[in-house]
């Protein structure tokens, strides 16, 4: 079990024939996943990577019955690729693209959830479910499956926490990178739960950042709803306020947000919270005896 | 990206958002110039600069006659001001505005801001106005007023309603000007995809108009090539120039007053490798986050960066490659050692993508210098431990 993807999950690629899309496309159907498709304009009928090219998300769902996209569209293009893919009827899309504006992530956000369709990013590493299906950029051979699931803010965060787990000896079930953006798809609240759900998921690793509040809730949701142990590290205790840190998220102002405040409701709601990344795996290795 | 008061004056004017007339300048004998064109008889003479408080840092002045603005400019105009919003070194005034003298009846806030929560732009108001707005949120929260405002069906009349309501302005003429002003305010927010507006004051006039006192905007950075008006309103002298160097290579570059510098890839690894290094007891030099294209060029361009700053005693390299290949990143280090003199200790873990190959590079390059870090942890204690030692 996983949540989210698993290796029967059809997924097309919005912007496959992309520079980008096509180096990732590869190592994505490398490590199984299980891609039917593209969609480029004006290319539609053309084999890439062996796949079909389609002109719409619509023919490509007709054709292929993806329920999965993957979208490496330009960022000037982000927003109307979802909200294609929304109409569609594809069901999770997965935002890579990096610089998305965030006009654009508000109406295609609005529009994805209107039409039911979820969405993780934008400006994320994507989904991974272990040996399985890869749906992102990251390095897939570093997760070994196993009964961790994770969740991150942070795309090399999520491979630093995923490689101390698997180097303790554990594995991951699913893990997931949510992206660091003002507007973002599903985040700690929605995949808090599927993990919880997930009879393979034994343990949580949670990885945040300063900015925003979305810590704070998933502290409250934790202590409501979560049985399953869960492991959190706060980036950013150190970082200065008043400055962005890359991450648009990652924005410090007044009390709002900080780590220490982050890190002491996650306490408060029976986490254990690490000081530093070092100490992921080690703790993993704690709570799971 | 920020921009100056004027800037967002002149995006105001455009857009029919009314504001006092005003002119900026670059000496004293233009702001006088400037001064006879509005006619008076009163005058304020502005501080531009990326920062608020300016008014209580003596940046911002009235004038009742040409003389005086012509001292108040030669004494605002080269000041290096400090506020509650530049760092201790405050920011030098290149730049001023002069502007018309208000009739002010009352001082009311208006902003414009993205709620996350939400997902939507918030329009902020309250009757205090003139006050810093942080402290009115966390002594009196019940004055201020907030409006989510849906940018699918944008702004509405019972939005305005709601605002002329809860700002207590009951005279039928003031209602429909402050409604005006602020659907004005909502367009130009989405139109130039804006970040955040903030009016602080926004004035109620004698005869019942309101004005737009001061103005600050900043927008979204992902949003500016699509903006190009906006693009060409960004002034570089406001902005840290090691930054923007950084920003040259793809480097993501904010110097902080520690002793360790850091190369990392990823903001959040970048991050919780700065808490790590101060858990140990270090203190990190720098944030810097190569990004997800680093090659040989842009970790040399880091290295020269990090270097610049004479506090650093160590560098510590942590990558973890996912996109970004430790290869690169091991060639890039070489690179650098031979266009730069670096002189204090290198830790380098790189973990990954290709970092067998990228051991077996550094191996073969013999630096001196060099410790390798096994993970995160040992990685950040090396480095903790050499720049003691040095």
Known sequence: MSILVNKDSKVIVQGFTGKEGTFHSEQCIAYGTNIVGGVTPNKGGQLHLDKPVFNTVAEAVATTGATVSMIFVPPAFVGDAVMEAAEAGIELAVIITEGAPVKDMQMAKAHATKHGMKTLGPNCPGVITAEECKIGIMPGMIFKKGNVGLISKSGTLTYEGANQVCNEGYGITTAIGIGGDPIIGLSYKEILPMFEADPDTKAIVMIGEIGGDLEIQAAKLIKEQITKPVVAFIAGQTAPKGKTMGHAGAIVSGSAGTAKEKMEALEAAGVTVVVSPADIGKAIAKVLG | ?390
């Open chain 2, 1 to 390: 990206m920020n921009i100056h008061e004027y800037q967002a004056k002149q995006i105001f004017a455009k857009y029919g958002v009314p504001t006092p007339k005003g002119i900026m300048v670059e000496s004293v004998d233009a702001a006088v110039e400037a001064a006879k064109e509005l006619g008076g008889p009163i005058w304020v003479v502005k501080a531009q600069i990326h920062a608020g408080g300016r008014g209580l840092g003596g940046g911002v002045k009235l004038a009742k006659s040409l003389e005086e603005v012509r001292e108040l400019a030669d004494e605002i105009l080269g000041m290096t001001l400090v506020t509650h919003q530049t760092d201790a070194a405050g920011k030098l005034v290149q730049k001023l505005y002069i502007e018309d003298g208000a009739d002010i009846q009352d001082e009311l806030y208006l902003s414009v801001v993205l709620d996350r929560k939400l997902e939507m732009p918030l329009i902020m108001a309250s009757t205090e106005g003139g006050m810093n707005i942080e402290d009115v949120a966390e002594n009196t929260p019940e004055k201020i007023i907030t409006i989510p405002v849906d940018p699918a069906i944008g702004f509405q009349g019972f939005h305005g309603r709601q605002l002329a309501f809860s700002l207590g302005i009951t005279d039928k003429a003031e209602q429909r000007n402050i409604i005006t002003f602020a659907q004005k305010l909502f367009k130009l927010y989405m139109e130039n995809d804006a970040e955040m507006i903030e009016i602080n004051p926004l004035v109620r006039t004698g005869a019942g108009e309101f004005l737009a006192l001061d103005g600050k905007m900043g927008f979204d950075n992902s949003a500016l090539g699509r903006q190009p008006e906006v693009s060409a309103m960004r002034d570089l002298t406001e902005e840290d120039a090691d930054e923007i160097e950084a920003a040259k290579y793809g480097l993501s570059y904010v110097a902080l007053d520690g002793e360790i510098g850091c190369m990392v890839n990823g903001a959040g690894l970048a991050m919780g490798t700065m808490d790590t290094i101060n858990h140990m007891g270090g203190t990190p030099a720098n944030f810097l986050d190569v990004g997800g294209s680093a090659n040989a060029e842009t970790v040399a361009k880091g290295f020269e960066i990090i270097l610049k700053n004479p506090k650093v005693k160590a560098i510590f390299v942590n990558i973890f490659g996912g996109i970004v290949r430790c290869d690169r990143i091991a060639n890039g280090i070489i690179e650098a050692t031979k266009i730069t003199d670096v002189n204090v200790p290198v830790i380098v873990r790189l973990d990954g993508t290709n970092a067998p190959e990228a051991a077996e590079i550094l191996k073969n390059a013999n630096i001196a210098n060099l410790i390798v870090g096994d993970d995160l942890g040992d990685g950040a204690a090396k480095a903790v431990e050499a720049a003691k030692g040095n």
